[in-house]
């Protein structure tokens, strides 16, 4: 085994350096209203012993009212405010968490803005739910921008 460097970053200092680098937006920075968009994505169900899987629906919706500090936001369908989210401030994104009335839970994860398209922040979407009695979640990738 060849001598470690005095130089080389261990796993633990390597994720401590990369942290310094990333700067979370400030509260003022923030965007307070996203309209997310996701055209791909699968959703699995579980039938029958086992899970099968389907392309969805495309999915539009906004996140607005967005209080970085507070934690906060509301998740407005079609115009109409639809849930209440708390955020999951990260390196690099925002969690937006929303429980739904059945204790369901949705995840919506945006990303800092590409600096290859100006605007515009990638996202994944997830849902956990059930249909049935059955499980059911699903996954989208898409986009989000300022409104």
Same mark, same amino acid.
């Given at each position: #085994?060849?001598?470690?460097?005095?130089?080389?970053?261990?796993?633990? #200092?390597? *994720?401590?350096? @990369?942290?310094?680098?990333?700067?979370?937006?400030?509260?003022? $920075?923030?965007?307070? +209203?996203?309209?997310?968009?996701?055209?791909?994505?699968? *959703?699995?169900? !579980?039938?029958?012993?086992?899970?099968?899987?389907? /392309?969805?629906?495309?999915? #539009?919706?906004?996140?607005?009212?967005?209080?970085?500090?507070?934690?906060? /936001? +509301?998740?407005?369908?079609?115009?109409? $405010?639809?849930?209440?989210?708390?955020? *999951?401030?990260?390196?690099? /994104?925002?969690?937006? @968490?929303?429980?739904?009335?059945?204790?369901?839970?949705?995840?919506?994860?945006? !990303?800092?803005?590409?600096?290859?398209?100006?605007?515009?922040?990638? /996202? *994944?979407?997830?849902?956990?739910?059930?249909?049935?009695?059955?499980? #059911?979640?699903?996954? !989208?990738?898409?986009?989000?921008?300022?409104?």
């Amino acid at each position: #085994m060849a001598p470690r460097s005095s130089l080389a970053l261990g796993p633990g #200092m390597a *994720v401590i350096w @990369l942290a310094t680098l990333a700067t979370p937006l400030s509260a003022e $920075e923030a965007p307070a +209203k996203l309209v997310c968009r996701f055209e791909t994505g699968h *959703v699995w169900s !579980y039938e029958a012993g086992k899970f099968s899987n389907s /392309a969805p629906s495309p999915l #539009m919706f906004e996140i607005d009212n967005i209080d970085l500090e507070g934690q906060s /936001a +509301k998740l407005i369908i079609e115009g109409k $405010e639809a849930g209440k989210l708390r955020i *999951v401030r990260a390196l690099n /994104a925002n969690h937006f @968490l929303e429980v739904a009335n059945e204790g369901f839970l949705n995840l919506t994860t945006i !990303y800092d803005a590409d600096p290859a398209t100006p605007g515009v922040q990638p /996202a *994944v979407h997830s849902r956990h739910f059930g249909l049935l009695g059955q499980p #059911m979640f699903a996954q !989208y990738a898409g986009t989000c921008t300022n409104k």
